[in-house]
């Protein structure tokens, strides 16, 4: 019954490094999201993938990049990372429309120095 | 781009009182979700509303979707210790998106 699964949950970078954040969900959902938590920002939308084999930009994308590799799994790329990009980086899904109900992973802290 | 209001920020009550906090928005919306987040975890969906009007309980808590579609109230009877946490409105389905928008969230604090 594990839901929504991040990988990893720590990660410090050099900027100017990539790296891929990892998330698989295991509830049959059609739809996941990218979002990135900073203090007094609220949850931002990054990227979001309607259904397998589509992505589509959130609010906040530059400088990021995404793969829906399956109906579980969704990747999000820093190919060169900046210091901001320091935050907390959640993966979501949802079972259908992209306004419905989502369900969070425990999230992904970065720190980018 | 499209914002939510939420309010207050922050939250510093006595364990056993009440808690209200709301969301506001200039745009409509279809939806509204609240969810809470507890620290080093991600936010859990507690409420969702999907008619404007609509009043609906979940426990302790209490939610309400606003008649004019652009705004949601959440309230928190007798709070206890565990209550503590960050909590975000969300509104999805509106004309211009259809995406979820969070707001900044509260964060509240309970003094046992």
């Known amino acids: 019954n594990a839901g929504v699964t991040q990988t990893p949950k720590f990660q410090v970078l050099k900027t100017g490094q990539s790296m891929t954040l990892q998330c698989a969900q295991d509830?049959?959902?059609?739809?996941m999201y990218w979002y990135r938590q900073d203090p007094g920002m609220g949850l931002r939308l990054i990227y979001y993938s309607a259904s397998e084999g589509t992505t589509d930009k959130g609010e906040v994308p530059n400088g990021y990049n995404v793969s829906r590799l399956n109906k579980r799994e969704f990747s999000l790329r820093l190919e060169s990372a900046a210091p901001s990009q320091t935050s907390v980086y959640f993966c979501?899904?949802?079972?259908?429309?992209?306004?419905?109900?989502?369900?969070f992973g425990n999230g992904t802290r970065l720190t980018v120095t | 781009g499209q914002q939510l209001n939420q309010s207050p920020q922050s939250m510093f009550i006595q364990e056993g009182e009440d808690v209200s906090m709301n969301c506001t928005s200039s745009s409509i919306f279809n939806t509204w979700l609240w969810y809470k987040q507890d620290p080093g975890e991600g936010p859990v969906l507690l409420i969702a509303l999907y008619k404007a009007g609509e009043l609906t309980s979940n426990g302790r808590l209490t939610a309400q979707f606003g008649i004019t579609r652009k705004d949601s109230f959440l309230n928190i009877s007798a709070s206890i210790p565990s209550d503590v946490g960050i909590y975000f409105c969300a509104g999805g389905g509106s004309s211009n998106t259809g995406k979820l928008i969070f707001g900044q969230g509260t964060t509240l604090q309970v003094k046992p």
């Open positions: 979501a899904s949802s079972d259908r429309a992209i306004d419905s109900p989502l369900h």
């Open positions: 509830m049959n959902h059609n739809s």
